[in-house]
């Protein structure tokens, strides 16, 4: 089960941090993955990171975003800034590369002035 949370509505060039729990009982050996999915488009990739910490990021994001992990807290973060419209989206987090069946509800970001 994968609880985000995190989302909101914030201005152009504002920060937001994303929290993504999972209850897998084994989740410190997962590679994991922030996506996002905007209406009328596809789900898409956003961040990765492996079970030891090596990250990697879209071009869209790259710079801007941040993403980390504690495996005690069984928790995947996602650091947003210098948020732009176009990032505006339902947030997942779920298992790199081969997802979990349950993605959770996600979470909304919308950014707005």
């Known amino acids: 089960q994968l609880q985000a949370s995190g989302g909101g509505l914030v201005q152009p060039g504002g920060s937001l941090r994303l929290s993504c729990a999972a209850s897998a009982r084994i989740f410190s050996i997962y590679d994991m993955g922030w996506y996002r999915q905007a209406p009328g488009r596809q789900r898409e990739l956003v961040a990765s990171?492996?079970?030891?910490?090596?990250?990697n990021y879209a071009d869209s994001v790259k710079g801007r975003f941040t993403v980390a992990r504690d495996n005690a807290k069984n928790t995947v973060y996602l650091q947003m800034n210098s948020l732009k419209p176009e990032d505006t989206a339902v947030y997942y987090c779920n298992k790199f590369p081969n997802n979990w069946k349950d993605w959770g509800q996600g979470t909304q970001v919308t950014v707005s002035s």
């Open positions: 990171i492996t079970n030891r910490g090596t990250s």
